[in-house]
């Protein structure tokens, strides 16, 4: 089966520990994404992948890094200076020379 | 002013009707639309994709965008309970085929009641 898959599907940490959120997809894409979804907030930006080894950031990299060694993999590694991770984060990946992305299953974060 | 508008409802309607979901958006260089289908605690799914203006349609799916307008719809026939969903339209510019991400609304409540 093609597709993109994030685990786990649920993830919680205490305040101060970094997380990091897999994100693996076997459709040969190029680009990849992050995404963070809040209640009320619409889909935002966080980082993305163009080709392996590099990514640029979004609209609220802040507090979040990420990593591109290997095509069908972009992991995104919440930090402790993230204010407010809370949120359900989204990966999507695009091909190469078209517009639509495409999503994973989604990962729910919860710090406390 | 934000670049993509859409109201958030919720939008209720009887099993059957004709559902009719709009985006508006203020950057006239968006050039690909896109309108995906969102279960609650899922990844949004791609329902439709379109260029420019005009319409298409899939199925009981008719996506509709007038650029001049900087107006974009989406139209389900015949709506079923399983359509109930919240759906995000989406859209990116011409350049680098959408390299940078896309430009999302926050998304439309749908409930089709049975």
């Known amino acids: 089966d093609g597709g993109i898959t994030q685990s786990p599907k649920y993830l919680f940490r205490k305040e101060g520990q970094n997380v990091t959120l897999s994100c693996e997809q076997n459709?040969?894409?190029?680009?990849m994404y992050w995404y963070r979804q809040d209640p009320g907030q619409g889909l935002r930006l966080i980082y993305y992948?163009?080709?392996?080894?590099?990514?640029q950031k979004g609209d609220i990299a802040e507090g979040y890094s990420v990593s591109r060694e290997k095509k069908e993999s972009f992991p995104l590694t919440v930090t402790s200076a993230q204010k407010n991770p809370t949120a359900f984060y989204l990966c999507?990946?695009?091909?190469?020379?078209?517009?639509?992305?495409?999503f994973g299953p989604g990962t729910r974060l919860t710090v406390t | 002013q934000k670049e993509v508008e859409q109201d958030p409802g919720p939008l209720s309607v009887p099993e059957g009707a004709i559902v009719s979901l709009n985006c508006t958006y203020s950057n006239s260089a968006f050039q690909y639309f896109m309108w995906y289908r969102q279960y609650s605690r899922k990844g949004p799914e791609l329902l439709m994709y379109t260029y420019s203006s005009g319409n298409k349609e899939d199925g009981r799916f008719t996506a509709q965008v007038d650029k001049s307008s900087k107006y974009i719809s989406l139209f389900i026939r015949d709506s079923q309970p399983s359509d109930s969903a919240t759906y995000l339209c989406?859209?990116?510019?011409?350049?680098?085929?959408?390299?940078?991400?896309?430009?999302f609304g926050k998304g439309t409540h749908l409930i089709i009641q049975p």
């Open positions: 999507a990946s695009r091909g190469k020379n078209s517009h639509e992305q495409y």
């Open positions: 992948s163009q080709i392996v080894n590099d990514f």
């Open positions: 989406a859209m990116s510019e011409s350049r680098g085929g959408g390299a940078d991400g896309l430009t």
């Open positions: 459709l040969n894409h190029d680009a």
